[in-house]
């Protein structure tokens, strides 16, 4: 049901038309699900696959075979959504997050590795309002005002950014600093990958996982401390995205 086209459509070899949704000005797609949301009536919708609860309902494990609204309580209006591998992320206008679905990095920044069955508030100590997320595989990444990012979830190739490879779920406070030094604009990664990149104005960091040279930093291996990527003229990033081997 990923597409949205039913359970008799196993797959489609050119793009077909998702009835019953208009409106829609943003998608995000995890492993085997989808949602969209319509910001101007503030709905989100999702289709797919719902084994950990990443479309905030509980069918049981059942997937939704066509799309279905996805009631989001409280919390306002939402701007922006992000999909991890199996974790749904909802950016509301007041600055706050919310998630639910797998959490057993605790990249949804739950305080254990249960999955969250319905929409959470994430609450981050010390922070301002938070104006985008980004997900990687299993980690998830938030965006202060003051241009500084904290993030949280699976660290094995040093994705999170904050200088080891200690995962959240391993740690008392799953929450920790990104460090680079610059006022960060934007961040990239996917929801297949386990390398990011953060943006400023300037510049553009890395880190993570480097196997296959996805960083772009002419070097092999991972990196848990933000590497700079040197680019061959002058360039000024909007946007990155990655995956699991390239960027």
Not at 28 to 48: N, Q
Request: aromatic share 8%; charged share 25%.
């Amino acid at each position: 049901g990923e597409i949205g086209q039913g359970q008799d459509t196993v797959f489609s070899p050119k793009p077909m038309q998702i009835e019953k949704l208009s409106g829609v000005d943003e998608i995000s797609t995890g492993l085997s699900f989808a949602i969209f949301l319509d910001k101007d009536k503030s709905r989100v919708w999702g289709t797919g696959s719902n084994l950990y609860w990443q479309q905030c309902a509980d069918t049981s494990g059942i997937p939704f075979q066509s799309v279905r609204e996805i009631k989001i309580e409280g919390g306002g209006d939402i701007i922006h959504i992000e999909t991890s591998r199996e974790s749904s992320y909802f950016l509301f206008a007041d600055g706050k997050a919310r998630s639910c679905g797998r959490n057993d990095w605790q990249q949804c920044a739950g305080t254990s590795g249960i999955p969250f069955q319905s929409v959470r508030e994430i609450k981050i100590e010390g922070g301002g309002d938070i104006i985008s997320i980004a997900t990687s595989r299993e980690s998830s990444y938030f965006l202060f005002d003051d241009g500084k990012a904290r993030s949280c979830g699976r660290n094995d190739e040093g994705q999170l950014g904050n200088g080891d490879f200690i995962n959240s779920e391993s740690q008392k406070n799953p929450i920790v600093d990104v460090n680079v030094d610059k006022d960060i604009k934007r961040i990239g990664s996917g929801p297949s990958s386990q390398s990011v990149f953060f943006i400023s104005a300037e510049d553009v960091w890395a880190a993570g996982l480097n196997d296959r040279h996805q960083l772009g930093i002419n070097k092999i291996g991972s990196r848990n401390m933000p590497v700079q990527v040197e680019f061959e003229c002058e360039v000024f990033i909007d946007y990155v995205s990655s995956s699991g081997t390239h960027t």
